[in-house]
């Protein structure tokens, strides 16, 4: 067997235990019986200590020395096989380990301290969580401290991708989404949806939806869960979602976000999958994919235009009786707590804040026992009004018991990245908002699929979105797209 | 780190790893989307191609070289270690991953061979099971034909126990199954229970037995799956149940026999947990617990009287209308294909049939081509009545397309075990009736906890019969049990 091809075969063999890993976490968070936690802690450890030994396996680096790689995919692959080999053997054995294990127990810790508003019990094992990925960005970045710990993470999410450069684009962002933002709140806001929707309704009509955004059922599920997420790649793409009797949109929108992600792992090109390339290209390129869905197509007038007739079938006469009222209603701007239930508008300022928080924790400048602090000061300077309780503030998100510090901006980077893709799929597909209007979402769905979503890690991130757009990324689409939607809604 | 610690921190990990494995084939059976299973068989492979290597790791036998085991549970450890480790180098890792993807493939293969009734498309991924478990059995013994082959499977599931001891012990019960069974059969059969049993019901009653049975549900679930199956181990131990609508005892006692094996795990010390020590002693021990589960305490008359009111209380009157009827309904003998539906004197002699068969199949005595034939000509002879459509005959059982061969028999061995501790529970708990007809199982799972199931694979299968029982295993006590409790209801 050539050099090349015994590479191939151990990074395939790489990529499948990767999923039953992942696979592991979706069940943690859907099947598993409480009592498991510990139990499954150890499990993942294992998994993630097995992961770490091939992840720097000494055959690894005479396989990478000798591979000649043959063609555009062989050399795609070489080039993150040999990054992710580069990674893993900077990270010790015991940190990796330590840091699964840990973060598992963290679930578990912060799940109960949301549910009993009790931040001081989530602090300590937050400490211990902040203190590892410090140890790991160190590792990474050979520096102690400084703003290279903080990339060395980001670069985990978003390859090639400086803090400092991500500062920078939402500096040139903030301005306009604040002004847009202020104009707005000046504005009566219009009629929320009301009323009590059955639940099994709910989960009949996001299915539906899944189906109409090019879901494929036969390779994916639907889940309850109390965070929704997407797990898996290929064939076994799952998602989850959450059901709330009095906000329909919470399920309907959280699974069209999921979709998104989904349907990328389910279209990537058949012969990626299990392999090196079989993945997104980046956090951001992905959350690219789920914005797209949710917001672009999903949160359009016509989109929403159809919505309105199959709301009406699914749960009798709206309270907002009319698509225009609907499509208000769904795109209202207003106070909320919580990032995922943002509107398009403040969305940004939530990754914002959660950005320059967790840069601060990593470097250090900002002590666990102080976040609170900092998380509730911070919100009110940016949304107006007071945190009322830690599920509504700084205990709202799964990431950081996760472990994920560096996460957060590459939801803000997809959103302009799908600003972009946007721009470029309404001058390809110029009837677009026929097929809409009446839940056709092919021609969309499709477009994606075929200049982005089918080549997986083929291309790097940045690419894989300029060669779909044509040109160079800048937040312009997405602020213009921003300012016109919602001028025409609230009259500006 | 001492040697001996060193090598139980391995086996740890692997006990960890292994439990994830399994997971894998749960969730391939309750929740996997149907397109996934290409991929998930390459996921199982690699899972198998990891623990292979970990299993024959060469840093393995210098640990075992120097290890040196303190007390009792070192002692016991390392013996397992060892006989696994000898086990696996005898196993080349290529046939371990081909077993394991064939295996996989296989059981979409029998699934739908099964639902169309095709023998035909299940034949040649069988015949190539079997090529595969013989390669196997040769290289464990060390022969290439004779018993030793089908010997070494058996190992696998019922470590020091030989087929022709299997054969004798299963020749002295037969006289008098095949008597009791013809006498029976000379007797009017009792009514069947007849009705529509709503499915949802019957989910609840299980759920609220298999807790009766000390099944925990925060350290398990349950779900729904084509063939009832227990998965896991000690806090995440998951069973499985099938419902029919015409017939409540499907449902229930597949659960209560799927909760005997996993109360088994539940109860293992958890001292035991993620080591090697940390599951039942053999497949024959497994099935002692969850066939007195199900028979000896399930199937019993005061238990049953209990069972009456709760039946009626979920689905209103019976058409078995009196704890007596209901009994003679649940114990009735009758013509019946599937194994798992057979009652007490039956069952056995559905064991016998797939032992033989598969002695002659894993020998080379019977080509896949004859297996059917060989089927229905040995069911007509043993039962009476014709085999009518191969999901009723060869088809019913997924061992085969598991690769399990060797697993039969011990279902049988269990079934003797299970004979032996009731007459030893019985003579420990006198009051053990007072305690069934109210529901109230307390006491004689905790003596199976006590006596047998904390122990996990600290004693050899045998000698954990042996303690429990307090002499020498011997199928007089089930027979005995079978003809008393069978005469008094056919009135021999």
Chains 1, 2 share one sequence.
């Not at 950005?355 to 900002?366: M, P, R, T, W």
Request: overall charge negative; proline content about 5%; charged content about 25%.
């Amino acid at each position: 067997m050539r050099a090349m091809e015994a590479l191939l075969a151990h990074a395939a063999q790489t990529a499948a235990l990767e999923q039953v890993a992942g696979r592991l976490h979706w069940d943690q968070e859907t099947m598993m019986p409480k009592g498991a936690a510990a139990q499954r802690a150890e499990e993942i450890a294992a998994m993630e200590a097995m992961l770490h030994a091939r992840r720097t396996d000494p055959a690894l680096a005479e396989m990478l020395e000798k591979a000649k790689p043959e063609g555009a995919v062989e050399a795609a692959s070489l080039r993150l096989i040999s990054r992710d080999y580069a990674r893993a053997t900077k990270i010790p054995a015991a940190l990796a380990t330590e840091m699964a294990r840990t973060a598992s127990l963290a679930h578990g810790v912060w799940a109960k301290a949301r549910a009993e508003q009790d931040v001081a019990g989530f602090l300590p094992v937050l400490d211990k969580l902040i203190a590892l990925r410090r140890e790991e960005a160190a590792c990474l970045s050979g520096e102690t401290r400084g703003p290279a710990l903080y990339d060395a993470l980001l670069n985990d999410y978003e390859p090639d991708m400086r803090a400092c450069d991500l500062a920078a684009l939402f500096a040139a962002m903030r301005p306009r989404l604040v002004a847009l933002r202020a104009a707005i709140l000046e504005r009566p806001a219009p009629p929320a949806i009301t009323g009590d929707f059955d639940e099994a309704a709910q989960l009949r009509l996001t299915r539906e939806i899944a189906v109409a955004f090019g879901y494929d059922l036969d390779k994916g599920r639907i889940d309850l869960a109390v965070h929704p997420f997407s797990s898996g790649s290929g064939c076994d793409s799952r998602i989850t979602t959450r059901v709330a009797r009095d906000d329909p949109f919470n399920a309907l929108y959280s699974t069209i976000h999921e979709v998104g992600h989904a349907c990328y792992e389910q279209n990537i090109d058949p012969r990626h999958h299990l392999t090196a390339l079989g993945q997104g290209a980046s956090m951001g390129v992905h959350e690219s994919q789920s914005r797209i869905y949710e917001n672009q197509l999903g949160r359009s007038l016509p989109f929403v235009t159809w919505l309105h007739g199959q709301m009406t079938a699914a749960f009798g006469p709206l309270s907002t009786d009319s698509p225009a009222a609907l499509y208000a209603a769904i795109n209202r701007v207003a106070k909320g707590y919580i990032r995922t239930e943002a509107d398009e508008v403040q969305y940004n300022l939530h990754i914002m804040l959660r950005f320059d928080l967790e840069q601060a924790l990593i470097s250090g400048d900002l002590a666990v026992a102080d976040l609170e602090a900092a998380w509730n000061d911070r919100f009110l300077a940016d949304f107006g009004f007071a945190v009322d309780r830690p599920s509504n503030g700084m205990l709202q998100d799964v990431h950081w018991s996760a472990g994920l510090f560096g996460y957060f901006p590459t939801y803000a980077l997809g959103n302009v990245y799908a600003g972009c893709l946007m721009q470029a799929l309404r001058h390809d597909l110029p009837d677009l908002d026929q097929g809409l209007v009446q839940g056709d979402l092919r021609a969309p769905t499709a477009w994606l699929r075929e200049n982005l979503q089918q080549f997986g890690r083929l291309k790097p991130p940045r690419q894989v979105i300029e060669d779909a757009i044509g040109g160079p990324v800048t937040p312009e689409p997405l602020l213009s797209y921003l300012e016109t939607k919602f001028a025409a809604l609230y009259d500006l």
